[in-house]
């Protein structure tokens, strides 16, 4: 793939096609973890696979203890994020060919699918060991029921054990989306023994990881298959 120069931010592509999806990342940033590997792997199956830098450079490790402010900052959707998507990811994407768009998105990055599945051009969201209601209710104490009752496509969640139950199976964003026409098409995966932030930086030394993880990968690229084409 490529870094490109988008004003101010920098845009790792990888892939050629009409079909796009935006991958948004965890706390970790732009070179965190297994991020671009994953971005890779979807490419490979045939999608122009985008990678903003959100953070501009920035990244947080989970100890830091300006954490929480720091995310507050970063998540304001309708202050620098929302610009970001419209003035910035989507003119750019489409200047490279993409007509129609999913969004994946890790810990962090899942309150952007959320944000992004509420555009027309998305036709699905994927999120792996999603951080909603911890960002969204605890950090920047909104009403999570309305970011969700926003979203206007087929959503796939892939949960870890210690995930908040709002985000799994029976939880309020499945009571949320079960109502609407694309309800039925929203699936919900549950990885009890996996941990938080599994997929982009568990210990694949552990074949259990590492077999949740290719799992959970595949998972995403069949949900993508099925709605993005």
């Given at each position: 793939?490529?870094v ?6 920098d845009?790792y ?14 706390i ?6 297994r991020?671009?590997?994953?971005c890779?792997k979807?490419?490979e ?7 903003p ?5 920035e990244w947080?490790d ?16 309708y202050?620098?994020?929302q610009l970001d998507w419209?003035?910035?990811?989507l003119?750019?994407?489409r ?9 994946v998105g890790?810990?962090?990055g ?5 944000r992004?599945c509420?555009y027309?051009?998305f036709?699905?969201?994927a ?5 909603l209601?911890?960002i ?8 999570l029921?309305e ?9 796939l ?6 995930d908040?139950?709002?985000?799994k199976?029976?939880?309020?964003a499945d009571?949320v ?5 694309f ?7 549950e ?5 938080h932030g ?5 210990d ?10 290719r ?8 949900f993508?298959?099925?709605?993005l084409?």
């Amino acid at each position: 793939g490529v870094v490109d120069k988008v004003g101010a931010m920098d845009v790792y592509r990888v892939g050629v096609s009409n079909k796009c999806v935006i991958w948004c990342y965890d706390i970790y940033g732009f070179q965190g973890g297994r991020t671009r590997e994953y971005c890779d792997k979807l490419a490979e199956k045939g999608y122009m696979v985008l990678l903003p830098d959100f953070f501009r450079g920035e990244w947080r490790d989970v100890e830091d203890p300006d954490l929480c402010d720091w995310i507050k900052k970063q998540t304001d959707w309708y202050g620098e994020r929302q610009l970001d998507w419209v003035e910035k990811v989507l003119p750019y994407a489409r200047s490279h060919g993409a007509e129609v768009f999913a969004a994946v998105g890790t810990c962090w990055g899942s309150t952007m699918v959320l944000r992004l599945c509420s555009y027309g051009e998305f036709k699905a969201g994927a999120c792996m060991h999603p951080a909603l209601t911890f960002i969204i209710e605890n950090i920047q104490k909104q009403d999570l029921y309305e970011v969700l009752d926003e979203v206007q496509c087929p959503q796939l969640m892939i949960t870890a054990g210690n995930d908040h139950p709002n985000e799994k199976k029976g939880g309020l964003a499945d009571k949320v989306w079960s109502v609407m026409k694309f309800g039925p098409q929203c699936e919900f995966k549950e990885y009890p023994d996996m941990v938080h932030g599994w997929t982009v930086r568990g210990d694949f030394r552990d074949p259990c990881v590492d077999n949740a993880s290719r799992a959970a990968l595949n998972a995403v690229i069949n949900f993508l298959r099925s709605y993005l084409g």
